[in-house]
Structure formats: structure tokens, C-alpha cells
Nanobody
Framework: QVQLVESGGGLVQPGGSLSLSCAASGSIFTIYTMGWYRQAPGKQRELVALITSHGSTNYADSVKGRFTISRPNAKNTVYLQMNNVKPEDTAVYYC????????????????WGQGTQVTVSS
């Protein structure tokens, strides 16, 4: 089993920055894909960004150029640096782990974290 622990959510003003982290533990495969997804009230969960253990990434068009996903030192922790945030970025952000290499978004597959709230408001 894999466990995911997320941290870093909170309240941030429009135009500000916030960093989320997701630490994976347990039976981690040597090849995997980890990502961040978000769900706003009344909307479906959507991909924000993902990264594979080979370093390939995929970003939602709405966050390209503003958010960066990274996996420093190839350890089992993934970060999401959120810059120039907008009110429409407000959502619960979920970390996801899948024991496969793919840049395709998860369709509810894999392991999910408990979620962390990000609120962008002045």
C-alpha cells in the first residue's frame, strides 16, 4: 500500500504564491506517476499537473506558465509551486500516485491523498 501526505494549502491573495507538497511512503514502485488534481465546488475533479519518475510532465492549460511541478532529488516527494494565483484556482487539491509511467490524467485510478484546501481571495 501507498500512503500520501499533503501539506501547504491555505489562503493566498490573488497574484501571490503558494507551494504544496506530497510525500509518498509505503510500497513505492521505481517507476510511477504522481500528480496534483483539484476540485472546486460544483465541478469535477481535474488535472492540475503531473510528473513521472522519468521526469516527464503534463500541465493543465489553465496553469501553464504559472504552476510548476517538481520532484527534487528523485525522492518520493512531489511539489507544486503555484505562482500568480487567481481566484479560479480556489479548490481542494489532491495528490495522486500511480505505479505506471504515463502523462495521461488519472481517471480515479491510483492512490489519493486526503486533499488540501487552497483559497485565493483578497
Amino acid at each position: 500500500q501507498v500512503q500520501l501526505v499533503e501539506s501547504g494549502g491555505g489562503l493566498v491573495q490573488p497574484g501571490g504564491s503558494l507551494s504544496l507538497s506530497c510525500a509518498a511512503s509505503g510500497s513505492i514502485f521505481t517507476i510511477y506517476t504522481m500528480g496534483w488534481y483539484r476540485q472546486a465546488p460544483g465541478k469535477q475533479r481535474e488535472l492540475v499537473a503531473l510528473i513521472t519518475s522519468h521526469g516527464s510532465t503534463n500541465y493543465a492549460d489553465s496553469v501553464k506558465g504559472r504552476f510548476t511541478i517538481s520532484r527534487p532529488n528523485a525522492k518520493n516527494t512531489v511539489y507544486l509551486q503555484m505562482n500568480n494565483v487567481k481566484p479560479e484556482d480556489t479548490a481542494v487539491y489532491y495528490c495522486n500516485y500511480r505505479p505506471v509511467i504515463t502523462t495521461q490524467p488519472s481517471k480515479d485510478r491510483g492512490t489519493w491523498g486526503q486533499g488540501t484546501q487552497v483559497t485565493v481571495s483578497s
